[in-house]
C-alpha cells in the first residue's frame, strides 16, 4: 500500500481572493516586502548572537524575540489586509486622536519606559511599544482623509495648507517632549509631500519647505549633542573614538565589506565594536558581509518596494480614489525617508539618527507597523482591480454590517 504524503497549499485571507481574471496583489511589491524581511532575519541573526550571548547569556535572545514579532506582523498584515479601505477613512478623526494619546502615554511616568536617554516606549510587559511608529502611521491616515474633505481648499488658499499644520504640531511638540527628532523629521517630510501631491501650488511648497527647514535647524542648534552629531557627521574621523565614533566604525565596516564581502556570518564590527549593529547600523554589518553588491541589492529591492508603492498610488488617484491614493502616497513617503535617512547614516551622508531600517533592522514595533502599511498597500491594489473589474470586494461580514450601521445612523 503507498501512503500519500499530503502537505498543506498556503492560501491567501478569504478577504483577498483575486477578483475573476486578475491577480489579488501586487506581486512585485509582496515579493520585495518578504525579501527585505527575510533579508532582515538573517541579518539579525548573524549582527546579534556576540551581544546577545555577552548581555543575556543566551546568543539566540534576539533571534527568537524577532522571529516572534516576524510572526506577529504575518498575523497583523493578515487581519489589515482584510479592512476595507472605507473603514480607514471613516474612523481617520480617532486614529489621530488615538496617536496623540500614545505619544502622551510615553511621557507619563510608571507608563512610558527610558532607554539610552530617550522614552520613547510604552511597557507591556515583556514587550515595549514604540508609540512614535503607529503615530506616523495615524497621521497619514488623518491627512488623507482630510486631503479627500478639503481637496479644494488645499488647493486654491494658504488656510487650507496650514491647517494640517495644527495637528502635526501637536504630534511634533510630544515627539520633542521623547525626543525623537528622527521620528518628526519622517512625518513633517511625509505630510508635506502628501499636501503637495494634493495640489499645494509651487510657491506655497517652497515657503513651507524653507519654514520647515528653518524650524528644523533650530531644533538642531538649541541642543549640544545635535551639534555634537551634526559636527561628527562632517569629519567621524576628527574624533573617532568619541563623538565620531559610530560613523568611524560603520566606515570601517563597508571598507573591510569590499565588492563580494567577508562572507555572512563573517563580520569584525559586530564583535562589540559598532554599537547598535543589529537595529540602527545593521546596513553596515550587511555591507560587511555581503559587500558592496550585497548592500545595492537591498537598495534596489528598497526601490522596486517603494516605486510599486507609488504606481498603486497613481493608479487610485487616476481611478479617481483620492483617498486611497493619498494614503498610499503617505505610506509610501514613510517607508522611503526612513529607508533614505537610515542607509545615509550608515553611509556616512547623513548625521547619527536612531530610525529603524524599514522591514530589515531590529525593532518589533517598526516591524509590526510597516507590515500593517504594506498590507493596506495591498488592499487598496485588490480594491482597485475589483472597481475596474466592477466586482465587489470581500469584507469580514461584521465589519462590513458595522459600518452599514453606521452609515445609516449618519
Known amino acids: 500500500m503507498k501512503l500519500a504524503l499530503r502537505l498543506p497549499i498556503p492560501t491567501l485571507p478569504p478577504a483577498l481572493q483575486a477578483p475573476q481574471g486578475t491577480a489579488p496583489v501586487d506581486p512585485l511589491l509582496l515579493v520585495s516586502a518578504f525579501a527585505l524581511m527575510l533579508t532582515g532575519l538573517v541579518m539579525i541573526t548573524s549582527a546579534s548572537m556576540d551581544v546577545a550571548a555577552r548581555d543575556f547569556g543566551s546568543p539566540v535572545h534576539f533571534i527568537v524575540r524577532h522571529g516572534s514579532f516576524f510572526v506577529l506582523a504575518m498575523i497583523a498584515g493578515t487581519l489589515s489586509v482584510m479592512i476595507p479601505i472605507r473603514a480607514w477613512e471613516k474612523y481617520s478623526v480617532p486614529l489621530l486622536i488615538f496617536g496623540v494619546v500614545l505619544l502622551a502615554l510615553v ?182 558581509e555581503l559587500g558592496l553588491i550585497g548592500a545595492l541589492l537591498v537598495v534596489a529591492l528598497y526601490v522596486l518596494l517603494v516605486a510599486r508603492i507609488f504606481i498603486i498610488g497613481r493608479k487610485a488617484e487616476k481611478a479617481r480614489q483620492f483617498f486611497m491614493g493619498y494614503l498610499t502616497y503617505g505610506f509610501g513617503f514613510i517607508i522611503a525617508g526612513q529607508a533614505l535617512i537610515n542607509i545615509g547614516v550608515n553611509v556616512g551622508a547623513l548625521p547619527t539618527k536612531g530610525l529603524t531600517l524599514p522591514l530589515l533592522s531590529y525593532g518589533g514595533s517598526s516591524l509590526l507597523v510597516c507590515a500593517c502599511m504594506i498590507a493596506i498597500v495591498l488592499r487598496v491594489d485588490y480594491e482597485l482591480k475589483c472597481l475596474q473589474l466592477k466586482q465587489p470586494p470581500r469584507e469580514i461580514p461584521w465589519l462590513r454590517r458595522l459600518l452599514r450601521l453606521e452609515e445609516k445612523a449618519a
Open 107 to 288: 511621557l507619563v511616568p510608571g507608563i512610558g519606559r527610558e532607554v539610552n536617554g530617550s522614552r520613547r516606549w510604552i511597557g507591556l510587559g515583556p514587550v515595549n511599544l514604540q508609540a512614535s511608529e503607529i503615530a506616523k502611521a495615524c497621521m497619514v491616515i488623518f491627512i488623507s482623509g482630510y486631503l479627500v474633505r478639503r481637496l479644494d481648499e488645499v488647493r486654491n488658499s494658504w488656510w487650507g495648507v496650514i491647517k494640517p499644520i495644527l495637528p502635526m504640531g501637536a504630534y511634533g511638540v510630544l515627539l520633542l517632549f521623547e525626543p525623537d527628532y528622527g521620528a518628526l523629521v519622517v512625518m513633517v517630510g511625509t505630510v508635506a509631500g502628501m499636501v503637495f501631491l494634493g495640489g499645494m501650488r509651487f510657491a506655497q511648497l517652497v515657503v513651507v519647505v524653507l519654514g520647515g527647514g528653518g524650524l528644523i535647524g533650530l531644533l538642531a542648534f538649541a541642543q549640544p549633542y545635535r551639534m555634537e552629531r551634526l559636527k561628527s557627521f562632517t569629519d567621524p574621523w576628527a574624533d573617532p573614538y568619541g563623538a565620531g565614533y559610530q560613523l568611524s566604525q560603520a566606515q570601517i565596516a563597508f571598507g573591510r565589506g569590499d565588492w563580494l564581502g567577508t562572507g555572512l556570518g563573517n563580520s569584525v564590527q559586530k564583535l562589540f565594536y559598532l554599537p547598535e549593529a543589529h537595529t540602527d547600523f545593521v546596513y553596515s554589518v550587511l555591507a560587511e
